[in-house]
């Protein structure tokens, strides 16, 4: 366990002593995230509950000691962090250099440090040293935030800063100090440390003081400093949504609900008022970011919103909503960061950095609208992508708790979430462009190497998602069962979904026939879908069939484009909904 702190501790050192050599420290930082994700998939792969042993690192005071131990919670959240890193890593020096940044060498450094602090956070043993690693994540990536040591940098990493120390040395702490002097100890034990130790309205209180003092997890009304976070480079903006810090927030609260609380302990009523406040974040979140037309604030709302779904699945206090909170980690995280890089690689090819602004570059880039594409349907949670699970698992969640109405509030989030981001899509790709658009850049190959590989991720995480659940039984229990049965209708669900999508492949294909875009949408429905590679197989007859088939549709869709004026204020609306309405009715009819 020590050598997933000591391994990106180590090469920060190693990246400050070769600043003098880019090539050299860039190549440090990327063995390191190797080796680091080596380390944690060992950890992983010889992990063993019943055997799992403290590593006490410093004993500070009688019961209060700097402690580390694997469990499954926290071995998932690792995996993710330090697989992230590596493509993070690739995405950073194809960003930096194409930039032209300043100040690398400190950049690399902080990022291996936040690394180091990630790990703590996500092998804590107790609660002390979560808060202590908790700490000192806020403290290494402050340089991260201002790196381009602008005016409105400065200010962005100061309320950053004001955000996280508050809410950490106020009531974090204070929910520390209150939680050991009724326990007696902050040891994580499953089951929880405070059942019969407070009323219930305390343990609330408690939850609380708890939900709010963990200001990571970005529950509003305590969500300002994020959307003012992304003053910062578009790498530094997917390790706070995607890597380390926002998942960080979300983390803890994962593990105080179950080795602190305990989840019987908050499911019998201790988090209902947390239930209507992360739902409510849910959604005014969402209204917030259809409101953006900055592409990485309209991103930034949309963590707060996916987020707080984790927020709620604590709130529930039920097994399937936990074990939906832990996949929903993961899920966002491959997703989010997907939709960072495309946002960073948009912003270098073109620099364009707006919504408005972005009018007909797909053509120019069709790989990295798809990749988009896939990691928006995958934070949606539509089949078939990893998000599915998160979102079923949590109204399975909900409903055994009674909370019925969380189903209709998810399908609601869906919806929402396909509105603020698909429009970045049709945008792109169907959008008139703007002036000086045609000034275009190449994606340098390693950003775009890295978008690819996070977007192939959040396909290929629908189907490790069982595996996911049945790692976390030992603390979940009941939840492995529920998986195996989910697992089959979810997958009858994806196939249908594939259909619908390969139906809109083929629409778009024809509909790119009367307009000025390439045909490389012809050639990605050959390539992505199996009917797609049949039809190919026929030459010119696919061609002929494929056109058939697809017109009607494309002639609805066409309809409706004509009716909008396309590039206007209110496009992605209708678009969304005419997508939308295909997905679903094949998907779920």
Known sequence: MLAALAIPAFAALLIVLAGAWPNLRETTTLVAALALAGAVAALIAGFDAGSAAPLVLAQLLPGFSLTLRAEPIGLIFAGVASGLWILNSLYSIGYMRAEHARNQTRYYACFALALSATMAIALAGNLATLFVAYEALTLVTYPLVVHWQTEGAIAGARRYLAYLLATSLVPFL???VWTWGVAGTLDFVPGGILDGKLDDGLLALLLGLYAYGVGKAALMPLHGWLPAAMVAPTPVSALLHAVAVVKAGVFTLLKIAVYIFGIETIGRGVGDWLVWVAAGSV??????ALSK????ARLAYSTVAQLALVTLAVAIGHPLAIAAGVLQLVMHAWGKITLFFGAGAIQIATHKKKLSEIGGIGRRMPLLIIAILLGTLSVAGLPPFGGLWAKALLGDGAAARGLDWVSAMLLVSSLLTLSYLLPIVLKACFGQPTEGSHHHAPVPPGMLAATLVTAAGTLALFFAAPAIIDFLAPVLAPVSGRA???????HHQAAWAELGLVGLIFAAAALFRHSPLPRWGERLGGLLAWPGLLLAGAGTLAEQVLAAVARPVAGLIGSIARTLTIGGAGDGVLWTL???????????G
Do not use: C, Y
Not at 283 to 288: H, M, P
């Open 283 to 288: 959604i005014a979140a969402s209204l917030i």
């Open 578 to 588: 005419a997508l939308l309405a295909v997905i679903l009715i094949v998907s779920f």
């Open 293 to 296: 037309d900055d592409l990485k």
């Open 174 to 176: 204070a929910a520390l």
């Open 484 to 490: 195996a049965s989910l697992e089959a209708a979810l």
